[in-house]
């Protein structure tokens, strides 16, 4: 890395050359890291010794508040969390005609049951999902499917939520940044979601979707003739992470405007200008020089957003508790509910993993570092 | 210019939510404060639930024995309503071996798993008053000849009914879930020309604890079992289990709102507070919450045991819970001292009256006053004492994830992605796997 810095900079030619006060060079280097010796001496102990505590918990059978003895198990908690078992399902034939069997009710073509093909030994294999590849019917098994389908639902959750909160925070960047009456309120009445404690906004939330006219969007619903009878939000699988999604867009929005909007403020007035001369429309202006100009500062958000997104906790426990998970209530559960740390420490660590794979491809695809 | 403008706007919403925050604040807040208190005096912590009434009552025990004993203070810290998070809770202050709390209100179904936090009220004379209370329970909270919680109130389910709406109707209280369907379909249609927002029955649907006492009600009434039998055999898997609670999937969305699959006590009982139900399944404290000024049903309501299936009479879920007093307090004489006046006759017989819970000593089945304040304490006695218990027990230390199983399963049920019979069948590999006890 000190290498091709030095090439680069020899190269531009710009900077001194380092030759004649390497002697100085070295013993700042020195001073340099004996002052950041405190603070590396700090991270140590206050992320890299519980970051190995887990690690350590996630190789062992510990019970979470009790003190019943802790055994090694390798990696029993990963291979229970992970293992993945796809197979094929075969028709069920009729006997007679030795044509496959029809669903009389729905018409549909009936395979064998996944429950009675997926292995059960050691561990069992629970359903996940089935899928047709060449016309024929597959399973999909997994030993934990509460942990595949927290994963599926986090992941989920963070790109679509992310998305419409980078759109829209960047629409609602652009406006506040343009110059009108009453700016400055605008600006800091346009934070308060995201200022509201995430469990209140949660909780004000559960009420809002109600699953009876007490709720605000069953009671507009209704007034409005949409629906016949009260959608029950929270309840079904199919508006649960609509739901949330929504709730985390309406919260955090906020958050990515302001960051845009604080890269859109150091934005020199002069290239405009000198645009407008040239005849640059104002889309033209937006996607040749707006957005380009707002890449690190939409990367920092990204990277912000993402990161927070795939932790996601409150919102799942709060809204959802024990019917719909995310990684992290997943997590919590195991801990808490089943009291589980093993299993937990596991869990914390996959999360781990994923969020650091996450966070150095945004880095490198986004070139966050060379700005 | 701008710019400080901004400023200016952000500093003034922050100041606006500072205030905000503040003023919520509860006036309680300062008598619970440690500073205020004196050097040399015991503060004496009860973690309580906060369901209904109850985190009153607690408070006005504590406020009693706080009078009568100079140099004690008793705090409530009131916990969250759903039984896990509630555990949730408990289990921080274990793995951290805190002495910050000192009584543990338990649910019947913990004492199993948290023996080893707490202390052996035995030792600290609770033998005297034992033999007082329901021998069930005392024999529940025993653990290896430990007596870990002396227990508080007592709880079973009951339906409770309106008896304006019936009468109106021309209807009795139902005996069994047939009728009970059809009851609440009538009572329902007639009332809905008016009130859009009536339903015919609300009860505890969502995925939690609760859900695992009503299905295990439903169940145990259709002579189906109690999921996993005392002596360690797992029966969920029978036909009859099966056929009630498909049955109790067609009350969604008919008689029993969609939205009944996300509630918990509360939830359901918000909807018949406000008078907009016929029938409720929920524990004895919402009686007195029923009777209060601000009730829609009061006095047009009774209970009554919960409808029978196939076996014939109706079956309870055995709730309740108990005092403990946790091994790491650094008062457990003056701790043990505020749980057996919490539980004693005087304190269950304070909360009986004013707020319906149900005592756990025998003696107060037959007390006037309390009798005057709930009459349903006489006449569904029996209700009380026979209450089915939950598999917790037999499968200590891994009751809560049996628990898990069963209610994710019954809840998958009840919103429509599968059906009775390949869930339980499912569950049933499920259980095997997780207790290792053998199928029926």
Known sequence: ??????????????????????????????????????????????????????????????????????????FDNYRRLLSVHV?????????????????????????????????????????????????????????????????????????????????????????????????????????????????????????????????????LFDRLGIIESPIAFLASGGYQLSALIAVDVWKTTPFMALLILAGLQIMPEDIFEAAEIDGAGKIRQFFMITLPLLKPAI??????????????????????GQSTYSMASYNYFQLIGNRNMGLASAIGVIIFILIFVFAVSYIRMLGVDEE | MLKRNWMFGFVLLLAALTLLVVGCGEPEEVVDDPEVVEPDEVVITVAAGAVG?????????????????????????????????????????????????????????????????????????????????????????????????????TDAGLLYYRTDLLEKYELDAPQTWDELEEYAQIIQDGEREENPDFWGFV????????????????????????????????????????EIVDQAAGWVGTISPEGVTTMAEEE??????????????????????????????????????LPAGKSGSGAATLGGWQLAVSKYSENPEIAADVALFMASHEGQKYRAVEGTFNPTIMDLYDDPDVLEAAPFFGSLYDVFINAVARPSTVTAPQYAAVSELFYNAVHDVLTGQKNAADAFEELELDLQDLTGFPVE
Request: net charge negative.
């Open chain 1, 1 to 74: 890395m000190a290498g091709k810095n030095d090439l680069d900079s020899s190269k531009k030619s710009k900077a001194p050359p380092k030759m004649g006060f390497s002697d100085l060079a070295k013993r700042e280097e020195r001073l340099a890291l004996r002052l950041l010796l405190p603070a590396l001496l700090i991270i140590l102990l206050i992320a890299f010794y519980p970051l190995a505590q887990v690690f350590y918990t996630s190789f062992t059978d510990r019970v979470f508040a009790s003190g019943e003895e802790t055994n090694f198990i390798g």
């Open chain 1, 87 to 219: 197979t094929e399902l075969e028709p069920v034939l009729d006997e007679t005609t030795g044509q496959q069997l029809t669903d009389p009710d729905s018409g549909e073509k009936v395979f064998e049951r996944p429950l009675d093909i997926l292995p059960r030994e050691p561990v069992r294999y629970r359903e996940l999902n089935q899928f047709n590849l060449f016309g024929k019917r597959y399973v999909i098994g997994a030993t934990d499917t509460n942990f595949i389908e927290s994963v599926q639902n986090t992941l989920t959750f963070t790109v679509i939520s992310v998305f419409i909160e980078l759109v829209l925070g960047l629409v609602i960047a652009l406006v506040v940044n343009s110059k009108f009456r009453f700016r400055g309120s605008m600006r800091a009445a346009m934070l308060v979601p995201w200022a509201v404690i995430t469990v209140v906004s949660a909780r004000m939330w559960e009420w809002m979707l109600a699953p009876s006219r007490i709720g605000m969007f069953n009671a």
């Open chain 1, 299 to 320: 990367a920092v958000a990204l990277i912000f957003r993402t990161l927070d997104a795939l932790r996601v906790f409150d919102i799942f426990q709060v809204m959802l």
């Open chain 2, 53 to 153: 009434m109850e985190l009153e009552l607690t408070r006005d025990l504590a406020e009693m024995y706080s009078e009568a004993n100079e140099g004690v203070t008793v705090n409530v810290l009131d916990t969250p309503d759903m039984v896990e998070d509630r555990l949730g809770l408990y289990l921080q202050f274990f793995e951290a071996q805190s002495s910050e709390v000192d009584v543990y209100q338990i649910d019947v179904i913990w004492p199993g798993d948290l023996a080893e936090h707490f202390v052996d009220l035995y030792e600290y004379g609770a033998g005297a008053v034992a033999d007082d209370h329901f021998p069930a329970i005392v024999e529940n909270n025993t653990v290896d000849g430990r007596l870990v919680g002396i227990p508080w109130f």
């Open chain 2, 203 to 242: 009860w505890q649907g969502n995925a939690y604890e609760g859900l695992t006492c009503d299905a295990l009600e439903w169940i145990a009434s259709n002579d189906g079992g109690t999921i996993i039998e005392p002596e360690g055999v797992i029966t969920i898997n029978n036909p009859n289990a099966i």
């Open chain 2, 268 to 305: 359901s009982r918000a909807v018949w507070h406000a008078g907009n139900a016929a029938f409720m399944r929920n524990w004895p404290y919402a009686y007195a919450t029923s009777m209060a000024d601000d009730s829609a049903v009061a006095g047009v309501f009774d209970v009554s045991p």
